[in-house]
């Protein structure tokens, strides 16, 4: 019996593995239902908290609510939910210099705009909030700027004593203007310096300007300045422009060939004398009246017509000239501002007696600048003449 019950047994289909694997399919179906439950938004303690959303600023009061259309106003905006970082326009138009002094103050300057109301907008992440036409740009007066005034204007020489507005040949003088303005300060000033003819060389007030190698003299060479002044003021809608006055100034400068004209001068004047053509009066037609010697040349003049007859001579075409103003020339202290040394000969019959002279020498003729030209002032002959082939006289005055 007992043997019968073990070979029951043991053919018997065997229970156990099913009863062992029932707790595990118990787990994984509570591991699955977890899983699905937090695939399905249930609570767990790692999900993060929610965080609040930021609200939109707001614009409650600007102030001072109207400015120039220039810009430039300091405003004070007040409202809500301002932060760093904030932005502020004004009619569309960005403003500057933007602080932010706490959640409902902040501080902007103005821009430029047209006349009218604008909204002002802060934005702050993304966010804005707006005070419709919280400012109003008003439009200045239109500026009254006062133009330059040109006072006056000068020239110099390196040369010492040379008066204003001369210039020799290829002479290089200084050009200084005189120029006020009651808004502008000069350095801010534009000089524009212009000639008929030679050159400029630097700006500002003060510049150079070189005559030109060759010209007919004398002449006059006009220099044009024109003073620029570059202001700001407002067009019809009351924004910036910017607007200038253009003011001219002419200065005439006398040019001359000095050391030429000078010699021109001194050899006809010798020539006339020599040829005994014209009057006294003619011969002496361009001495200054203001020097002595004119009067005392119309003396020696009238002598010598009425007591000689001039039957050759030579006058030297191209004498030495010094031009020196206010300057002495080499005999008899005579003063002028050029003197020149012209190389004479006579040859002439006494008229009383028939003798024949042979006069020999350097005839002094000075000359003074007067009135903006070269006036001849006095003759001095310096030499030896003989008499019938008799040499009488070492010095000679005509």
Known sequence: MY??????????????????????????????????????GGDSPNEPTPQPQPQSPTVSAVAPASGTTLGGT??????????????????????????????????????????????????????????????????????????????????????????????????????????????????????????????????????????????TTPSTVRLTLTVVETYQTVNSQGLPVAAEHRVPGTFDVRLHASAKEVRDLAVEFLVDFSQQRLSPEQVVRNFSDTC????????????????????GYNVEPNPPVEVAFGGVCRE?????????????????????????WVTMGVDQVNAIYENSRWRLCDSDFFGTATINGQRTLRRYKK
Not at 292 to 311: A, I, M, P, S, Y
Not at 348 to 355: A, V
């Open 74 to 215: 300091t405003v004070t905006v007040t409202g809500t939910n301002f932060a760093a970082g904030a932005t502020v326009t004004i009619g569309g138009a960005a403003a500057t210099d933007v602080a932010v002094s706490g959640a409902t103050s902040l501080t902007a300057r103005t821009p430029q705009h047209a006349s009218g109301p604008g909204d002002v907008v802060v934005t702050v992440a993304g966010r804005t909030g707006a005070l419709p036409n919280g400012f109003r740009f008003e439009a200045p007066s239109a500026s009254t700027n006062q133009p330059p005034t040109i006072s006056g204007i000068s020239s110099r020489s390196s040369r010492p004593n040379v008066p204003n507005r001369f210039a020799d040949l290829d002479e290089t003088i200084t050009v200084t203007a005189t120029v006020t303005d009651p808004e502008t300060s000069i350095d801010q000033l534009r000089f524009e310096w212009s000639a008929e003819s030679g050159t400029f060389a630097g700006t500002g007030r003060e510049v150079t300007w070189r005559a030109p190698a060759q010209a």
């Open 332 to 356: 008899r202290g005579r003063t002028g501002d050029a003197c020149s040394y012209v190389n004479v000969r006579w040859e002439s019959i006494e008229k009383t007696n028939g003798r024949r």
């Open 3 to 40: 043997g019968s019950m073990i070979s029951l047994a043991s053919n018997m289909p065997s229970r156990s593995p099913r009863i062992a694997t029932r707790p595990a399919r118990t787990a994984a179906l509570a591991a699955w239902a977890l899983f699905a439950l937090a695939s399905c």
């Open 292 to 311: 002595r010697g004119k009067g005392e040349e119309l003396n020696d003049v009238r002598d010598h017509q009425e007591d000689f007859t001039v039957t």
